[in-house]
């Protein structure tokens, strides 16, 4: 597949040179605003980028029409009004084939005319997992800061310091009923633990805890184990329509946190399980995925996830993955809250809430007194 990038002052102009050069059987893959020139390619004069791609095999595989109505774009209406309500395999295989020329494309243009010690930053978050876009913005960021004054390593500092404070931080939301979903294994069922201890000893709120894992062997003595040595109390619902009643006996519990099974959730029969479970009012998603999995299976699981709705991402196992950049990712790619990561697995400590301060300590190796409570909200 041939892929070419056409920039002109606006959209109209762009598809012009597009039909122009590459014809009617052009797959239009992304529409963009971006600024160029200036200082190192940023901060400069805005101008629509267009990229489209031509298939040199098969030319008529991937109609026109029929990609550019799947392409989402943030900044431009579609192109074409009809587009087909879901996406199909060879859309996923395009926007691969793009994030990888988009990260070549920075790799070999942009990041190497950045000064070394900013270089050198970005390709640390680079080899952590951050993915071209959101280093770009974030060094943009940091360049704006930095202005034409030298970058030391001091100077450099603090201006990534700034640039991780001044990130959007979504505020997380909660509502009294909780319910934990995720993929096998992430730690659901550890992290209700650090958050039903967090909200019972130093919140001293009326905690109750709720199971419906009872698929997996086991499941329901982890939980009932965390229950009794805390003292609150914990309902097993092994169907959902006894959900209602086991709420029903904790109503005077001011948090109910609800435990799920793991499942694989590209299956769509489990997304159904989690909208059976999470139909009551009061309750909301936290959805659980562990920052050890790969970054494309976490976007897949939001995906199917969004079916549903989810309020919060919390990111667990922080302290296994070499790839703690997915947490930039994330902030980039969504607008979801991160509520909380979590660092180790000793209940109640290993939790610590998202904030720009934990970013530091990741990225910065900063220590920061965070004390030992995990300060759930
Ligand atoms: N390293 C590390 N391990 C964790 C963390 N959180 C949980 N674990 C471990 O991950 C394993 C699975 O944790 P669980 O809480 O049982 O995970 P789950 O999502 O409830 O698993 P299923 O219910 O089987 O889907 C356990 O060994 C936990 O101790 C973490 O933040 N870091
Ligand atoms: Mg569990």
């Known amino acids: 597949m041939k892929l070419k990038t056409y920039t002109a002052e606006n959209l109209d102009k762009a598809l012009d040179q597009v039909r122009d050069e590459l014809g009617s059987d052009a797959v239009i893959v992304q529409t963009k605003r971006v600024k160029s020139g200036g200082f190192l390619g940023f901060f400069q004069k805005e101008h629509m980028e267009v990229v489209a791609a031509l298939s040199e095999t098969k030319p008529k595989e991937v109609p026109v029409e029929e990609v550019a109505a799947t392409v989402t774009s943030p900044v431009v209406e579609p192109l074409i009004d009809n587009r087909p309500p879901a996406r199909d395999v060879r859309y996923d295989k395009v926007l691969v084939e793009m994030k990888e020329l988009k990260e070549l494309l920075y790799d070999q243009t942009k990041a190497p005319k950045l000064p070394k010690l900013l270089r050198e930053f970005d390709d640390d978050l680079k080899q952590q997992g951050v993915h071209s876009e959101a280093r770009m913005k974030l060094i943009a960021a940091i360049l704006e800061h930095q202005g034409d004054k030298r970058v030391t390593a001091s100077a450099l500092l603090q ?71 805390l003292g609150v109390p914990l309902e097993v619902v092994t169907d959902v329509k ?80 070499s790839q703690p950049g997915h947490l930039l990712n994330l902030m980039h790619d969504y607008s979801y809250p991160i509520s909380y990561v979590t660092t180790g697995q000793h209940v109640p400590h290993d939790i610590r809430p998202f904030n720009s301060m934990l970013l530091r300590e990741v990225f910065l190796g900063e220590e920061t007194s965070h004390g030992s409570s995990s300060s759930t909200s």
Do not use: H
């Open 159 to 229: 201006n990534v310091r700034k640039a991780f404070d001044e990130l959007e931080y979504a505020e997380p939301e909660y509502s009294r009923i909780l319910c934990f979903s995720g993929p096998t294994g992430v730690g659901k069922t550890t992290t209700i633990a650090k958050w039903a201890t967090e909200e019972f000893i130093t919140k001293k709120r009326k905690v109750g805890l709720v199971t419906t894992d009872t698929f997996r062997i086991g499941a329901v003595e982890q939980l009932k184990t965390y229950a009794s040595i």
């Open 242 to 321: 006894d959900m209602g009643p086991a709420l029903e006996r904790l109503k005077d519990c001011e948090r109910i946190l609800i435990d799920t099974a793991g499942r694989n959730f590209q299956q769509e029969q489990f997304i159904d399980e989690v909208r059976a479970i999470t139909s009551y009012e009061e309750m909301t998603t936290q959805l659980v995925l562990s920052l050890t999995a790969s970054y494309p299976d976490s976007q897949k699981l939001i995906q199917s996830f969004e079916q549903v709705g989810f309020t919060n991402i919390i990111a667990t196992k922080l302290d296994e993955t």
